[in-house]
Nanobody, 120 residues
């Protein structure tokens, strides 16, 4: 089994920035179909940003122009750069991706989440 591990969450003031990272828990061949989601207290999990295997990234309207999804293929790591954060961005952020290891592909693997809190 392989897991995704997010990091980079924390407490930040409104207007600040954070960069979230998402990496596999062990050595893998590749990571694809990556996306970031978030879930605020009492709310459903929502898609924030996605980077398909082909094509350009897409973003939720609420974060477009403020958040950027990217990946480092050499490190098999996915990032979410979050700028101009707002209190309404407060949520647990999760990454999701397809992971390829020798002889097997794991589809739609979730990380455990990292908490982002934006104070006003």
């Amino acid at each position: 089994q392989v897991q995704l591990v997010e990091s980079g969450g924390g407490l930040v003031q409104a207007g600040g920035s954070l960069r979230l990272s998402c990496a596999a828990s062990r050595s893998i061949l590749s990571i694809s179909a990556v996306s970031w989601h978030r879930q605020a207290p009492g709310e459903q999990r929502e898609l924030v940003a996605a980077m398909p295997s082909s094509g350009s990234a897409n973003y939720a309207d609420s974060v477009r122009s403020r958040f950027t999804i990217s990946r480092d293929n050499a490190k098999n790591t996915v990032y979410l750069q979050m700028n101009t954060l707002k209190p309404e961005d407060t949520a647990v952020y999760y990454c999701n991706a397809d992971i390829q290891v020798i002889g097997q592909t794991f589809l739609g693997v979730w990380g455990q989440g990292t908490l982002v809190t934006v104070s006003s």
